[in-house]
């Protein structure tokens, strides 16, 4: 039989069997008791043997254990397990008179703590549970796996993944302890146990050449769960909101290659002592540096370490703040101005001060620091001093501009002996700039860890990009204007001189500012806009525009205020003093309509809004929010300004974040021809990146209609028509294999995006009723196999057009209202009568209903759990290629009132679950007989003292139950002349059932 137990379950408990856990069955794991999710005995020993060297005692011991026991359910008593399971529980030591902290966990000798996988272990709260699979660590529960059948047409991960979701509400006191939930079946994603989260992200870990499953378990061995539990897993709150944040594969690898580098090199193990990571926009580089920096931080090797934060822009220093301060963890200091990086590095005559800074490169001025220099040049001679200590670390955040010349010189002079890590998306390649030569050590080593686009594609953190060219040449920039722009050095400037000196460029650019603050040109980009947003954004995303300079954001602004509600978009930009009078009096309407006095605070409110509110829905911007900026709503930029190299990835970039499973791609609308440079960009990286990197609509359509070739090979054998019989012979195709059915969902969910993002494009009409007839094939069975609605709420909202098309000319909508709902009784039958007239539409109704309630469902009631067999032969039958549907459909009707019957029947017996289980299970070997029901009585009667919450879990009364039930067997094998064989399998049977119902 194939179920998630034998597919899943079973070789999950023997990857982590090889991997160093012991397996120990839920009826010998040593508890207390049902309700206590603790292995005491297990934890106490552990305690005992972990703190050994600080002199613990018992009564310590049962303080640290009552900490734990007393600590509560909600948020806040999260956030201490975590830091306890980190850091240790404070306890007072009543001979010493101290508080010392009680560790949880032996971090640094990996055989100092006990590992215990188990399976099928029950655990009661408001109802009692049964997990499929749950990892102690020193009797502590901090990992649930759920596993679901990947065989099946209605089971998946994320059924799993809301399974554990239940069971977080149900028994609390089990998941304050637990860290991580995982949901399995032919692929796994694991996430953080936020249980007042409903929707915590997910993730699924790649381990090279292993496959979901296998990789992760490579996640769970004791050494990375460990690693995991105490430096890539935090408490954080996001406006407002607490949750928790996991590192994701590629963070872990990262992070750890960093942290290795700099304790080998310690060690003496090796030179290197720079590294360059080279990640994709969006795949988490802060937190990656975050992470990295926090082990550093703790590490023994480095004993009290400084380690510095290095941006370029004042936007990226309060990002990477705000994201420190958003974690529990480690608070960094913002060095603010050059006279405060002279105390830090002055500190400790001249040592420097310990801990976590971040700065900007541009306080490293070598006319501002020169003194300091030399006296340190002096010191360090016959001292230790920041220049000349090895445990400093500096990490650099992409600062292309500012790598390359005296400000880095000056910086890399003073920290002499410091490791240095530059994690960028966009590494430049080219003479005197050369991000490889600085940070690596090429040819052998380029990179230290490298993630790119089709990595991070692949695993969903970012979508592709795709771009459109608009408008005609009359508003475009003209080819050698362009050229001219982009072969200025103008972009390479640093952000604060270059808005410093923006009304003082080159006199040739003279005429490509004319261009792009003509009001002409941007009154008929405005128009097209606001037109292209209403169509195709408006009610799903947000968008951008980047005009050519602050005073063409003003002009936008104003255009489109004549086309939308001014409320839709707001400008965030700097303002200057000497700016002309239209721009103060803009700044100082903006500051009015906010309520702030500095501007700065409004394009913060602003910012936030975007994000989180309804309005604005269109921000315009020149140089600000180009790079670093994130904000997943955001899907068009509309870009009518010159860039060029990493300035125009870093920017497009911005789009290129998922959003609620609904965005295909970020769009980029091009006014000025500029993304034929994306070639150029490109360079450094290989064909098939730059490929996915960026799609042109021309590829958009070859997408679209490749989709639509291929979803019509996979339904070839169905008849091009709406009739309900062509309606269910698809339903029949894609379910006879499971490969085929995934393989249909996943590229009708791809071409119903794409659908929406090419907009009015020609070709979406000239496929039309291709993508209509697909569409409604994806309707009818969402309707009929996963017994629900294919698309609501936000979705819903989102796809409006989509369903329009669809129910315009189809029987669709009709079919939705006119499907009887599912419940098993005369008066479900009788709505099948009524309104369904084929056989085979019957059968595939009663079908994929009892697939859903019986082969889900069960394990939670005996009934359900009678039938598996029957309901999986109709499976088979409906798989086989000559189907018999009056036979399906009459054994399926046979099921139901089975279903109804059996019910009735345990209601008129006054039986319980345990006792309904038992006599079903002896009728399937003897049939009915009256004996029976007196014999279930009697065996229930004998077990009834035995079954309290959580009875299995002692091993006395467990041997009690297993000797009355093999007592009870070996009486009716002699009643019924049985074998020893035979009475063997009857006596697991049972003992089975009596675990499964005998537990409430």
């Known amino acids: 039989?194939?179920?998630?137990?034998?597919?899943?379950?079973?070789?999950?408990?023997?990857?982590?069997?090889?991997?160093?856990?012991?397996?120990?069955?839920?009826?010998?794991?040593?508890?207390?008791?049902?309700?206590?999710?603790?292995?005491?005995?297990?934890?106490?020993?552990?305690?005992?043997?972990?703190?050994?060297?600080?002199?613990?005692?018992?009564?310590?011991?049962?303080?640290?254990?009552?900490?734990?026991?007393?600590t509560g359910t909600g948020i806040e008593g999260a956030k201490r397990l975590l830091n306890y399971y980190k850091f240790g529980i404070p306890v007072k030591f009543e001979r010493e008179k101290v508080v010392k902290f009680v560790r949880l966990f032996d971090f640094q000798?990996?055989?100092?703590?006990?590992?215990?996988?188990?399976?099928?272990?029950?655990?009661?709260?408001?109802?009692?549970?049964?997990?499929?699979?749950?990892?102690?660590?020193?009797?502590?529960?901090?990992?649930?796996?759920?596993?679901?059948?990947?065989?099946?047409?209605?089971?998946?991960?994320?059924?799993?993944?809301?399974?554990?979701?239940?069971?977080?509400?149900?028994?609390?006191?089990?998941?304050?302890?637990?860290?991580?939930?995982?949901?399995?079946?032919?692929?796994?994603?694991?996430?953080?146990?936020?249980?007042?989260?409903?929707?915590?992200?997910?993730?699924?870990?790649?381990?090279?050449?292993?496959?979901?499953?296998?990789?992760?378990v490579a996640m769970l061995s004791r050494e990375v769960l460990l690693d995991i539990i105490r430096n890539y897993l935090f408490f954080r709150v996001v406006l407002g909101n607490a949750t928790k944040v996991i590192t994701r594969y590629m963070q872990y690898r990262a992070a750890n290659k960093i942290v290795n580098r700099v304790i080998r090199n310690l060690r003496g193990e090796e030179e290197k002592n720079k590294g360059l990571v080279w990640h994709w926009q969006g795949s988490g580089k802060t937190l990656t540096m975050i992470f990295a920096a926090n082990k550093l931080y703790y590490a023994e090797e480095l004993e009290n370490p400084t380690i510095f934060f290095i941006v370029d822009r004042i936007e990226l220093e309060s990002q990477l703040y705000k994201e420190f301060y958003s974690l529990d963890i480690v608070a960094p200091e913002i060095i603010g101005s050059i006279e405060k990086l002279k105390k830090i590095l002055q500190f400790d005559d001249y040592r420097g001060k310990r801990g976590v800074f971040i700065t900007l490169i541009h306080k490293f001025r070598p006319e501002e620091l020169g003194e300091l220099y030399k006296e340190l040049q002096e010191v360090t001679k016959y001292k230790e001093t920041i220049m000349n200590r090895k445990n400093v670390v500096v990490f650099v955040d992409e600062g292309h501009r500012t790598q390359y010349g005296l400000l880095a010189a000056q910086m890399r002079n003073i920290l002499q002996n410091a490791f240095f890590f530059a994690l960028t998306g966009t590494p430049i390649s080219k003479k005197g700039r050369d991000t490889y030569l600085e940070f690596s050590y090429p040819p052998e080593e380029v990179y230290l860890?490298?993630?790119?686009?089709?990595?991070?594609?692949?695993?969903?953190?970012?979508?592709?990009?795709?771009?459109?060219?608009?408008?005609?040449?009359?508003?475009?920039?003209?080819?050698?204007?362009?050229?001219?722009f982009l072969e200025s050095e103008f972009e390479e400037l640093p952000e604060e001189i270059r808005e410093e000196i923006e009304d003082r460029v080159k006199r040739r650019l003279d005429a490509i500012k004319v261009v792009l603050e003509n009001p002409e040109r941007i009154e008929l980009i405005a128009k097209d806009i606001a037109q292209h947003f209403k169509e195709n954004v408006e009610g799903k995303f947000k968008a951008m525009v980047v005009a050519g300079s602050r005073k063409a954001c003003h002009i936008y602004k104003q255009e489109l205020d004549k086309h939308l509600p001014p409320e839709y978009s707001e400008i965030v930009m700097t303002y200057r003093r000497d700016d002309e009078p239209a721009l103060l009096l803009r700044a100082a309407e903006t500051r009015a309509r906010y309520g702030y006095r500095d501007i700065a605070d409004v394009r913060r409110d602003v910012v936030e809004r975007f994000k989180e509110e309804t309005f604005p829905k269109i921000l315009i911007v020149t140089n600000m929010l180009l790079t670093g900026f994130d904000a997943p709503i955001l899907q068009v930029m509309y870009l009518d300004k010159p860039l060029k190299e990493h300035r125009l990835l870093q920017a497009v970039a911005r789009t290129n974040r998922p959003y609620k499973d609904l965005k295909e791609a970020g769009l980029i609308v091009d006014y000025l021809g500029i993304l034929k440079e994306f070639k150029r960009a490109l360079e450094i990286y290989s064909e098939e990146d730059i490929k996915l990197a960026l799609t042109s609509f021309d590829v958009l359509r070859e997408e679209f209609l490749l989709l639509v070739k291929e979803i019509l090979e996979i339904l070839k054998e169905v008849p091009r028509n709406y009739e309900r019989?062509?309606?269910?012979?698809?339903?029949?195709?894609?379910?006879?294999?499971?490969?085929?059915?995934?393989?249909?969902?996943?590229?009708?969910?791809?071409?119903?995006?794409?659908?929406?993002?090419?907009?009015?494009?020609?070709?979406?009409?000239?496929?039309?009723?291709?993508?209509?007839?697909?569409?409604a094939i994806y309707t009818y069975y969402m309707k009929i196999v996963i017994q629900k609605p294919p698309i609501e709420g936000y979705i819903e909202r989102y796809f409006e057009k989509t369903l329009r098309f669809i129910h315009k000319s189809t029987e669709i909508e009709k079919l939705e209202t006119d499907l009887p709902i599912v419940t098993f009784d005369e008066k479900y039958l009788a709505a099948l009568e009524e309104k369904v007239k084929s056989r085979k539409e019957k059968a595939a109704n009663i079908l994929f209903a009892l697939n859903r309630l019986v082969l889900v469902e069960r394990h939670r009631n005996p009934i359900y759990e009678s039938l598996v067999e029957k309901v999986e032969r109709l499976l088979e039958l409906w798989q086989e290629k000559t189907k018999d549907y009056e036979r399906i459909y009459r054994q399926g009707v046979k099921v139901i009132k089975e279903i109804s019957a059996l019910s009735a029947r345990q209601k008129s017996l006054g039986f319980t679950d345990l006792e309904y289980s038992l006599l079903l299970a002896l009728e399937d070997k003897f049939g009915q007989n009256e004996d029976l029901l007196g014999e279930v009585k009697d065996i229930s009667g004998r077990l009834k003292d035995y079954l309290f919450p959580g009875w299995f879990n002692q091993p006395t009364v467990e041997k009690n139950v297993e000797r009355e039930v093999r007592k009870f067997a070996r009486m009716l094998k002699g009643k019924y002349k049985m074998t020893l064989e035979e009475m063997d399998e009857l006596y697991k049977s049972l003992i089975e059932r009596v675990k499964n119902y005998g537990a409430i």
Request: a negative charge.
């Open 449 to 484: 860890d490298r993630y790119f686009i089709t990595d991070s594609i692949r695993d969903g953190f970012t979508v592709k990009i795709a771009y459109q060219p608009r408008l005609e040449d009359k508003v475009r920039l003209k080819k050698e204007l362009l050229e001219e």
């Open 725 to 775: 019989e062509t309606l269910l012979k698809a339903v029949e195709v894609l379910t006879s294999e499971k490969e085929r059915e995934k393989e249909f969902i996943e590229k009708y969910k791809n071409l119903r995006k794409i659908f929406e993002l090419l907009g009015p494009d020609n070709v979406k009409l000239e496929y039309f009723e291709d993508y209509k007839w697909i569409s």
């Open 1 to 70: 039989m194939f179920d998630e137990k034998h597919l899943v379950e079973n070789y999950l408990i023997q990857r982590l069997q090889q991997k160093g856990w012991k397996f120990v069955p839920a009826s010998a794991l040593e508890r207390e008791s049902y309700e206590e999710p603790l292995l005491i005995p297990n934890l106490v020993r552990a305690l005992e043997r972990i703190n050994k060297e600080i002199g613990i005692g018992e009564e310590e011991v049962n303080r640290a254990v009552n900490e734990l026991k007393l």
């Open 109 to 216: 000798s990996l055989e100092n703590n006990e590992f215990i996988v188990s399976r099928q272990v029950y655990f009661y709260g408001q109802e009692a549970i049964r997990t499929d699979i749950i990892l102690y660590v020193n009797g502590i529960p901090l990992v649930n796996i759920e596993c679901k059948n990947p065989t099946s047409l209605t089971e998946s991960w994320h059924h799993a993944f809301r399974q554990i979701k239940d069971y977080e509400r149900l028994v609390p006191e089990l998941y304050k302890y637990v860290q991580i939930g995982v949901g399995a079946e032919s692929i796994a994603r694991y996430f953080p146990i936020v249980p007042w989260q409903d929707e915590p992200m997910t993730h699924e870990w790649h381990v090279e050449g292993k496959d979901s499953i296998d990789s992760t």
